[in-house]
């Protein structure tokens, strides 16, 4: 089953291309870095695959849901990671943890012990720190907006099943 | 999805220790307006005015702008009404601070405070606020121009009252619950239209 697909995907804000067009089509379990030509391309392109920002052409589904006309539906597939990181503390954390079993209606123990879990696998930091909550839930596609190389490789033995989008600027800046 | 709980959790998240303050301070300032002009406020219109641009700007405010504006909320599962409706509650309960205040205030320098001028503030507030929030996901012009609208809106609504101060205050607030309700509404739409880029 595909998991995201993307047909000619582009955005525009007042005439200005503000990414790279792209298409793609992600399995369950795949895995796809997708080059953009700047940190912010990277990360317009990264929130269009996580159902968070409408393209302005082309079509994106996650699953079998159009990303412009059903995004609850897509986003609850989705587990975004910002290309900041999560920089709270470990309490800050913690009520971030709950506040995400609420909106996704999940057991609120059973989502600190699977954060616990991420953070054991990845160590301390604030992209790890991010990793954590976006797994929280379920998600069948994690979008990470450019990722450490050594955590994108280690994300993959945590969420076997899940299909990895990584988006990378060609020219990086710093976050 | 329990949008019960959702709601909640958002609410929760905006009733913070900054909440709290900006509350207190908004009381305290309209209370201390109240106190040294009421006498001078002839006329129920201009405490209207007074409550409905407090309430359109301290919605419109930069910090609590930006707090709405936060990613995690976009990546939530929700639709934008839905986001509205939590959006709404925090802001709602920081509008009542102002005809609290105003309450306070006049109580204390003219011993009577009527209780329709109460819910018509109330009402003028309320309404600034929901159409207020619009202006929060636009930028410019055009986001100064829902803040206009709020304040023009919110003493609107209470036409009724300021009219026939003695009868109408019931047509004030069946008006307040319309407008109310189609403000959320264009409120849900423009979260549903926003698309959050980085910078």
């Given at each position: 089953?595909?998991i995201?697909?993307?047909?000619?995907?582009?955005?525009?804000r007042?005439?200005?291309?503000l990414?790279?067009?792209?298409?793609?089509?992600?399995?369950?379990?795949?895995?796809?870095?997708?080059?953009?030509?700047?940190?912010?391309?990277?990360?317009?392109?990264?929130?269009i695959?996580?159902?968070?920002?409408?393209?302005t052409?082309?079509?994106?589904?996650?699953?079998?849901?159009?990303?412009?006309?059903?995004?609850?539906?897509?986003?609850?597939?989705?587990?975004?990671?910002?290309?900041?990181?999560?920089?709270?503390d470990?309490?800050?954390?913690?009520?971030?943890?709950?506040?995400?079993?609420?909106?996704?209606?999940?057991?609120?123990?059973?989502?600190?012990?699977?954060?616990?879990?991420?953070?054991?696998?990845?160590?301390?930091?604030?992209?790890?720190?991010?990793?954590?909550l976006?797994?929280?839930?379920?998600?069948?596609?994690?979008?990470?907006?450019?990722?450490?190389?050594?955590?994108?490789?280690?994300?993959?033995?945590?969420?076997?099943?899940?299909?990895?989008?990584?988006?990378?600027?060609t020219i990086?800046s710093?976050? | 999805?329990?949008?019960?709980?959702a709601?909640?959790?958002?609410?929760?998240?905006h009733?913070?220790?900054?909440?709290?303050?900006?509350?207190?301070?908004?009381?305290?300032?309209?209370?201390a307006?109240?106190?040294?002009?009421?006498?001078?406020?002839?006329?129920?219109i201009?405490?209207l005015?007074?409550?409905?641009?407090?309430?359109a700007?301290?919605?419109?405010?930069?910090?609590h702008?930006e707090?709405?504006?936060?990613?995690?909320f976009?990546?939530?599962?929700?639709?934008?009404?839905?986001?509205a409706?939590?959006h709404?509650?925090?802001?709602?309960l920081?509008?009542?601070?102002?005809?609290?205040g105003?309450?306070?205030?006049s109580?204390?320098?003219?011993?009577?405070?009527?209780?329709?001028?109460?819910?018509?503030?109330?009402?003028?507030?309320?309404?600034?606020?929901?159409?207020?929030?619009?202006?929060?996901?636009?930028?410019?012009?055009?986001a100064?121009?829902?803040v206009?609208?709020?304040?023009?809106v919110?003493?609107?609504?209470?036409?009724?009252?300021v009219?026939?101060?003695?009868?109408?205050?019931?047509?004030?607030?069946?008006?307040?619950?319309?407008?109310?309700?189609?403000?959320?509404?264009?409120?849900?739409?423009?979260?549903?239209?926003?698309?959050?880029l980085?910078?």
């Open positions: 089953m595909k995201f697909r993307a047909i000619d995907v582009a955005f525009e007042d005439g200005v291309a990414m790279a067009p792209f298409s793609l089509a992600l399995e369950a379990g795949g895995d796809a870095e997708l080059m953009q030509p700047s940190a912010r391309a990277a990360s317009v392109a990264a929130r695959c996580a159902a968070i920002v409408r393209p052409r082309g079509v994106a589904y996650v699953g079998d849901f159009e990303t412009r006309l059903q995004p609850p539906q897509a986003k609850r597939m989705v587990g975004f990671v910002d290309r900041a990181g999560f920089s709270g470990d309490h800050a954390l913690r009520c971030e943890v709950a506040f995400r079993a609420d909106v996704w209606n999940l057991d609120k123990s059973a989502a600190q012990a699977r954060a616990s879990l991420v953070l054991e696998a990845l160590g301390e930091g604030a992209y790890a720190r991010a990793i954590a976006a797994l929280v839930a379920d998600v069948a596609l994690l979008v990470l907006d450019q990722p450490a190389s050594n955590i994108a490789r280690s994300v993959r033995d945590i969420a076997p099943g899940a299909a990895i989008i990584a988006t990378i600027a990086a710093t976050p | 999805m329990n949008e019960f709980r709601t909640l959790a958002i609410v929760r998240r009733l913070d220790r900054r909440f709290a303050i900006d509350w207190a301070m908004q009381f305290g300032i309209v209370a307006i109240a106190y040294a002009f009421t006498r001078t406020f002839a006329h129920p201009l405490p005015l007074i409550a409905s641009t407090l309430a700007a301290s919605t419109a405010e930069r910090t702008a707090s709405l504006r936060r990613l995690t976009f990546a939530m599962p929700l639709y934008g009404r839905q986001l409706r939590a709404a509650i925090a802001p709602s920081l509008a009542l601070s102002i005809p609290a105003y309450a306070l205030g109580a204390l320098r003219t011993r009577e405070f009527p209780l329709p001028l109460f819910l018509a503030m109330t009402c003028a507030a309320l309404i600034a606020t929901l159409v207020s929030l619009s202006s929060i996901f636009r930028e410019g012009v055009r100064w121009l829902y206009a609208l709020a304040i023009l919110g003493p609107i609504v209470t036409l009724p009252y009219l026939r101060p003695a009868h109408e205050t019931w047509y004030a607030l069946a008006l307040t619950a319309v407008i109310g309700f189609f403000a959320l509404r264009a409120f849900g739409e423009t979260l549903a239209r926003y698309d959050p980085p910078l």
